[in-house]
């Protein structure tokens, strides 16, 4: 180990990068402390840590606001095909570092904070995660914005602005806390927001059908305030735009009706409009049906596409008489990609915008709908599937459940004429399930409204799982394909459904049991310094890319058929980790490009779980042949890790034993000598290292960049550019 360098030796190290240009950094000090002085209203006697954050992260932005406005000016003069990435979920994490990158100011920045006596990392470590998302689907909304940004795509995200994002986790005496996510408490520095651009967004009322047309009337209107933040491409001086809509209760919310409770009622009330935008629901793969979860799913909607039209009306080609007197050629200048189910509300929502106030006939208005619309379906776990009431619909949204129920009546209409006398194939195509609660089928709505349907991963093509509500082709779905691959099984469906209930309770069991064994294990006389089992507490955006680089195993151990694709595989593999893995998910194609000899795989594959579910998984054949098994669970239903309550972990293990879904013993033996083969390797260097090079050679194909130009070029119809726009004079 070398000795730690003096401050000076570390900046002598700076300024010999060369990259930090002598300018620049006088610049970056002179902006810096202009709004320390100007922005935060502080000197240097009084600024706290969060003011030189602020101070620096406004110096960074101002070299936005040039490349932002040009990129706008430049779309405008353009007016390229636009493609609008619609999500619930963006989990953008920070801001400020990837700015610097994408910018290349970071040497820049760090050289001007040293002079003036900070520490960059320290004030980096001050800014809140931006955490609207749970996990993938939202990293994925993410990774693809920064990737339609740098290769030049006229791209958009819109979404809601949470108030509150993701909880924040506590580990108390082993056990989950969760805290309110108060990430705008302070301010965010990056966001803009556009009262100017604010839209009405309707709900509930009843249906008129006149002479005229169709009349959605006696609504509450709820409006959308919009905050815009940037999205840097890589160098390549594109700034597009995240759209997020925040709900404001309009000036006369229940006033208008005055026997409600008066005037002060009336403005406390306003909070409950308002609550629409308040908190993002803490659900990964799971769906709860709340009616505050569908009144963000249209809000979103909603809101993005009267912004959609108007901006397609003012580009320059919306703007030809041709083109306003019919909006047939909306599809050749928008892509509406759905991320995921939970926008799937664009749909009909288009519908009603083209029929009933466009006045266009509805077989037109299915044309552009379906010819605009892309849906990206992220699981096959039936308990995550969105499946709403249709009760609820005819409350808040009941026009649009007409035109659903329109939508459905012409498509089973199709399907009889294709299937004549297959009954029950109408039954499992339906857009609306039967049932003691009638319900749409969301996926449905999305799959024959769309005109491209894609997996995240390619373990769902000829997938011939029964569990598995569709199949399909990656891209380029054609109406008689999914006509023909198409499978639902209910029965499944609503068993399972029950069962989920109980699921975070078995969430939070499982902590306290990873708890309560770092405790006997961390503290054992034996083992306790070798061998340490930790926690990490509070998983997000900024903790993954600390930990992602540091590890060396990556354990991707799903049991096959049940994780869609997996995206942590994905970045551990990129930063040098190797993989021990079942055949699920993307690790199929892992195990594909970097060759399978370079991953530890292991397990069942997708037909040896359809086999062993055909002969019927019994938990208990392996407790009782398997003896380091029988020793674990006895050990742990008896109170070995929890010796202040003995039978604090017996339902978790009877869970293991009679109703595990996951079947997860059936994968143990081969999953603990896959252990050991990995354990072999890690004492040979050599060869471990050559492993992990394959594996960062081949994950090329995991490149956002390279899915987002397969999605361009396969679903919008758009060609990527690696060109750079002409760079703005920046401040200075
Ligand atoms: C990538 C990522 C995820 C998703 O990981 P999976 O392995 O795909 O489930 C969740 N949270 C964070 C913070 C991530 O970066």
């Not at 990056?190 to 967004?201: H, Q, S």
């Not at 890589?234 to 026997?259: E, G, H, Q």
């Not at 083109?323 to 664009?346: C, E, G, M, W």
């Amino acid at each position: 180990m070398s000795k730690p360098l003096t401050d000076q030796e570390k900046r002598k190290q700076i300024s010999v990068r060369g990259l930090a240009g002598v300018e620049n950094v006088s610049d970056l000090k002179t902006n810096f402390n202009r709004h320390l002085h100007f922005t935060l209203v502080k000197d240097r006697n009084v600024a706290t840590k969060r003011d030189y954050y602020f101070a620096l992260a406004n110096t960074v932005r101002d070299h936005l606001v040039g490349r932002w406005i040009r990129t706008q000016q430049h779309y405008y003069e353009k007016d390229p095909k636009r493609v609008y990435y619609l999500s619930l979920e963006f989990y953008m994490g920070r801001t400020l570092q990837n700015t610097m990158v994408n910018l290349a100011l970071e040497n820049a920045c760090d050289e001007a904070t040293y002079q003036l006596g900070l520490d960059m990392e320290e004030l980096q470590d001050i800014e809140e995660d931006a955490g609207l998302g749970n996990g993938g689907l939202g990293r994925l909304a993410a990774c693809f914005l920064d990737s339609m940004a740098s290769l030049g795509l006229a791209a958009y995200g819109y979404g809601i602005r949470y108030e509150f994002g993701i909880f924040n986790q506590k580990i108390v005496s082993g056990w989950q806390v969760e805290e309110a996510d108060d990430w705008l408490r302070y301010g965010n520095p990056w966001e803009k927001a556009r009262p100017e651009y604010m839209r009405p967004v309707h709900f509930y009322g009843r249906v008129e059908h006149t002479p005229e047309g169709v009349k959605w009337v006696d609504t509450q209107v709820v409006l959308a305030l919009p905050y815009d933040t940037p999205v840097p491409g890589y160098r390549n001086n594109i700034v597009n735009t995240m759209r997020l809509w925040s709900a404001k209760a309009p000036c006369d919310f229940n006033l208008k009706d005055f026997n409600v409770g008066g005037y002060i009622q009336a403005v406390l009330d306003r909070n409950l409009a308002e609550n629409i935008s308040r908190v993002l629901y803490p659900n990964d793969n799971f769906f709860e049906g709340k009616e505050l979860r569908l009144k963000q799913e249209y809000f979103v909607v909603a809101a993005t596409l009267q912004d959609i039209i108007r901006r397609f009306k003012a580009s320059k080609f919306g703007s030809t008489e041709y083109v306003r007197l019919d909006l047939s050629t909306l599809p050749d200048k928008v892509a509406i990609q759905l991320n995921d189910t939970h926008p799937a509300l664009a749909i009909p929502e288009l519908m009603r915008i083209l029929v009933d106030v466009e006045k266009l006939t509805w077989e037109k208005s299915w044309d552009i709908v379906v010819r605009t619309c892309a849906y990206t379906n992220h699981t096959v776990l039936p308990e995550a599937l969105e499946r709403w009431p249709v009760d609820l619909f005819q409350n808040l949204l009941p026009r649009h459940l007409e035109i659903i129920y329109e939508i459905n009546r012409r498509h089973l209409e199709r399907i009889a004429k294709l299937y004549p006398g297959d009954h029950d194939r109408l039954r499992r195509m339906s857009l609306i399930e039967e049932g003691n609660v009638k319900k749409i089928n969301m996926a449905h709505l999305c799959i024959v409204g769309s005109h491209a349907v894609n997996g995240v991963a390619l373990i769902f093509i000829n997938n011939n799982n029964n569990n598995t509500l569709y199949l399909y082709s990656a891209f380029h779905r054609t109406q008689t394909l999914y006509v023909q691959q198409i499978k639902t099984d209910t029965k499944h469906l609503v068993q399972l459904m029950k069962m989920k209930k109980k699921c975070y309770h078995t969430a939070k069991m499982i902590i306290k049991l990873i708890t309560s064994i770092g405790d006997i294990v961390n503290n054992d006389p034996v083992v306790g310094d070798r061998l340490k089992v930790i926690f990490l507490e509070n998983y997000r955006v900024t903790l993954a890319e600390k930990v992602i680089p540091a590890a060396d195993l990556s354990e991707q151990i799903s049991t096959a058929g049940t994780e869609a694709s997996g995206t942590g595989n994905m970045k551990f593999m990129l930063n040098g980790a190797l993989t021990i893995g079942t055949m699920d998910g993307a690790n199929v194609e892992m195990a594909e490009e970097a060759g399978e000899e370079n991953l530890f795989i292991f397990g069942m594959r997708v037909p040896d779980v359809e086999a062993l579910d055909k002969k019927g998984y019994d938990a208990m054949s392996y407790y009782n042949r398997i003896p380091e098994l029988k020793q674990a669970m006895d050990q742990i239903s008896g109170g070995f890790f929890s010796p202040n309550q003995h039978d604090l972990f017996k339902d978790l293990v009877n869970m293991l034993m009679h109703h595990d879904r996951f079947k997860v013993f059936a994968d143990y033996e081969a999953y603990i000598k896959c252990q050991e083969k990995v354990s072999a390797l890690y004492k040979n260097p050599k060869e471990w290292t050559k492993m992990v090079i394959h594996n960062i050679a081949g994950c090329g194909k995991f490149s956002s960049d390279r899915t987002i130009t397969q999605y361009a070029r396969e679903i919008w119809g758009m060609e990527p550019s690696l060109e750079k726009i002409a760079a703005p004079d920046d401040i200075h």
